[in-house]
Every structure is written in C-alpha cells, then in structure tokens.
C-alpha cells in the first residue's frame, strides 16, 4: 500500500505536531506550519491529530496512488485535480488505486497538507516524523521528496473501496470542515508583548500598530522577514541570548522585524518585540512573500481564550469525523 511521487514540487516534506522536548539539545520543534490544516487533514482521513502529514508548496507535486486509499488535502488551495476531475478541500475523499493527483494553479494559500488513512509508514526521529531538513533527520530519508521516491501507507483495518462507485475515480464523503472562523480577516495577526516590547520607543511601538508590514522574499519555513517603517530602540546594548519559539517577533538591527516561524532556532540574542498569538500562526503560515500584514496587540487572557475555542473545535470535529466514518463502515 503505497504513493509514488512522479513529479516532486517545490518542497515536499513529512511533517506532523511536531518535535518537542529537545530545545535543551538545540534541536528545534518544527512540525508543520499551519498545525490547523494538518490537524484537520487528519482527522477528516480518521487519523488522530498528531499522525504524520505530507505539506506541499506550489508547484505542487504529481503523485500516483498505487492502493485505493481514503484521504483528505487541507489548507492552500493549489486546485487539486486527481486524474482530470478537480477535487474539494477540507473534505473526506476515497481515491481509487492507479489514480494521479496533481495541483493546477495557485488560488490561496501558501500551502496545503494531504493526509492518508492510516497515516504513513516512516521511522520517528526523537519522537517525531518531522522532517528537519538542516538535520538531514525525520521524515523521509531527512530530505524533500524527490520523483520515484514511494511511500507506504500504514496497514489498517477498514475497507474503504466498498465506497467508490463502478467507473469513478474517487468518491466525496459527505462531509466537510468549515475553517471560515479560523482564516478570517487573513492580514490581521494579533500578537502579545514580548519581554523587550518596553524598549521600543514610544513612537516606534505606534509604529508597529498603526502600520502595515510586507512579507519579504527571503522567508522561509525558519523565518519571516518582513518590510516596514524601521523601528527603533531606547536604549541600543546587546541582550544575551534567550529562548524564542514558533511566533516570536524579533526586531533586528537595521530596525527591521523577523517573525521566526516553525523551523526557527532554539535561541536568539535579538530583542523580543512580541509573541504571534497561537490561534493565528494558522493564518499566518497561510501568507506568502509580498503579503502584507496589520499588526494587532492583545492581552494574555485573550490569546488564551482564542487557543480555546480553537482546540474545543478540533475536539468536537474530532468526534463528529469518527462517528461520520463509523456509520459508514459498520
């Protein structure tokens, strides 16, 4: 039971929640970058949150299903078409074996996680099937997929072909993830302060709010550079450096900012201006280069309320996917 990747993208890489834990190491979390979309993608495909996901950018890859398989394709839309069939996002889709899917043009999004039935059959590196490319480490063989590579899928237990109709190349479950809440209001990212918030300068913390901020080209998975009005300090001195973490907002010495993303480094001597609210590296990991961004101050108690309801929806839609794919194969 398997995938090949006839065609590679941009970059393809196994990724899941994460790998925590070895920061003392100086072995960085990484995991996916919109953790919303991979979360999703696997429940909708009867995983449980956490099980490894494949993240694709644009151009995306051509893949072939060598084994029918129930899947799910979250996140950027890249319009994913399997044969010459377009196919839905967020949604639970049964492919049948022998099919190819491939992603025609860019619409949204900057990118999209597939899931499969059973998650796929990779070692674990320190708890984790992440890929850490700096590493050579996790994932697939520590690297990018490449054209030929094949990936097997974990056996499981449920027949899922019963499901695809004489002469169709997929079949669409009949349910779906409305994730409008979570995307809204795209360039809006709210931050909490962070411990050098104070050293900005009365006019330059007006600054961060009342301007927009634009994505630079030289982002990546570790980081986003952003363009903006220069920001400036009080007080110009070296910090020592300190722990950083996925959405630390940290101003650099031409006055610039970078928001460090889920490949970040464990430590960082740069002063930490604020923290990207948990709920909104979602929206955030969806903005490409140009993007611009509108920064928004909140308070503790709010970011943790909008984590909440953002992990009391997964519960429930966590719930209501295992009764959805039980009704249909008891």
């Known amino acids: 039971m398997s995938l090949t990747i006839i065609k590679p993208g941009l970059c393809d890489t196994i990724q899941d929640a994460g790998r925590h834990g070895q920061a003392h190491l100086g072995i960085n979390a990484g995991g996916a970058m919109d953790t919303y979309a991979a979360g999703v993608a696997n429940l909708l495909a009867g995983n449980q949150r956490c099980e490894a996901v494949l993240e694709v950018h644009f151009p995306g890859p051509q893949i072939l299903f060598e084994q029918n398989a129930l899947i799910s394709i979250t996140g950027g839309d890249f319009t994913p078409y399997l044969n010459d069939e377009p196919l839905p996002l967020w949604r639970p889709i049964v492919v049948r074996r022998n099919t190819i899917l491939h992603f025609d043009k860019l619409q949204q999004g900057a990118r999209c996680y597939i899931a499969i039935h059973g998650g796929f059959n990779v070692e674990p590196w320190l708890g984790s099937y992440s890929t850490n490319l700096k590493a050579g480490a996790g994932g697939y063989e520590g690297r990018k997929l490449a054209k030929g590579d094949e990936l097997c899928f ?24 409305d994730m409008r809440r979570i995307y809204e209001n795209p360039h809006e990212i709210c931050f909490t302060c962070g411990h050098e918030f104070s050293e900005l300068c009365p006019n330059s913390q007006q600054d961060l709010l009342q301007n927009n901020f634009i994505i630079h080209p030289f982002s990546d998975r570790m980081g986003y550079r952003l363009k903006g009005v220069p920001l400036k300090r009080k007080h ?58 509108q920064f928004k101050r909140v308070d503790i108690q709010t970011a943790e309320d909008l984590l909440y309801s953002q992990q009391q929806e997964m519960v429930i839609l966590q719930r209501a996917c295992h009764d959805h794919l039980n009704e249909l194969v008891c």
Do not use: C
Not at 154 to 177: P, S
Not at 259 to 274: E, N, W
Not at 288 to 293: A, E, Q
């Open 236 to 293: 110009d001195y070296e910090l020592i450096s300190s722990g950083v973490g996925f959405g630390t907002m940290q101003l650099l010495p031409d006055g610039q900012l970078i928001v460090l993303m889920a490949d970040h480094q464990t430590t960082g001597g740069y002063p930490r201006i604020g923290h990207i609210v948990s709920a909104h590296l979602p929206k955030l990991a969806q903005l490409r280069p140009s993007d611009t961004i």
């Open 154 to 177: 974990r056996e499981n237990t449920v027949y899922f072909a019963g499901l695809l109709k004489e002469g169709k190349d997929f079949q669409v479950l009949n349910w779906r993830v």
